[in-house]
């Protein structure tokens, strides 16, 4: 009957109006991209001693995110007192990515546990990546109240942090 047919056009126009207008106001933001979810777990691997470190180890992510967008940045205090800032990225192949505290002496490192293409190979952060930062900064001073952040900045901008570790210290469990 008409009723119905002029009944069931109006509620496919609200919902379509509704699904449009959610769409838009999405496209209407600010333009920064969103934090990646990202669950990490951390571990300390020989506590309270010079070769003592700390495995990150990513648990769960909602996409993988690129290997060379992630930064890990570590703010300690020097052996002269001073608040100290290491970053690096994690695609760093100078010490850093592709290896471990067991063959580098590097502050940070990182093990890409990589995505096997058929005979491509890819290198993304995602599950199963562990990064590794010792609980001795490189001038030798023992971490005490040291925080390590992780970010994700994929292209010029601020970037988004997507973990934070405070009150880190060499000889305390976490």
Excluded at 11 to 34: D, F, N, P, Q, R
Excluded at 94 to 101: A, E, H, I, L
Excluded at 117 to 130: A, C, N, R, V, W
Aim: glycine share 8%; net charge negative; proline share 3%.
């Amino acid at each position: 009957s008409p009723v119905i047919a002029t009944i069931l056009m109006v509620a496919i126009t609200v919902v379509l109006s509704g699904v449009i207008y959610v769409w838009a106001s999405s496209l209407a933001e600010t333009g920064k991209l969103g934090v990646p979810r990202v669950t990490f777990d951390i571990e300390n691997q020989e506590l309270g001693t010079a070769d003592g470190y700390w495995a990150i180890t990513v648990d769960q992510t909602e996409a993988e995110l690129a290997t060379a967008a992630v930064t890990v940045t570590v703010l300690y205090t020097n052996t002269e007192g001073v608040r100290t800032s290491y970053a690096t990225l994690l695609s760093n192949t100078s010490n850093v990515y592709g290896f471990n505290p067991a063959n580098s002496d590097a502050f940070v490192t990182f093990v890409d546990k990589v995505e096997d293409q058929g005979s491509f190979k890819e290198s993304t952060f995602g599950i199963g990546d562990q990064i590794f930062v010792r609980t001795h900064a490189p001038d030798g001073q023992s971490l005490t109240d040291a925080t390590i952040r992780i970010t994700y900045q994929p292209g010029p901008g601020e970037g988004s942090v997507i973990k934070t570790y405070t009150d880190l210290e060499f000889n305390k469990i976490v």
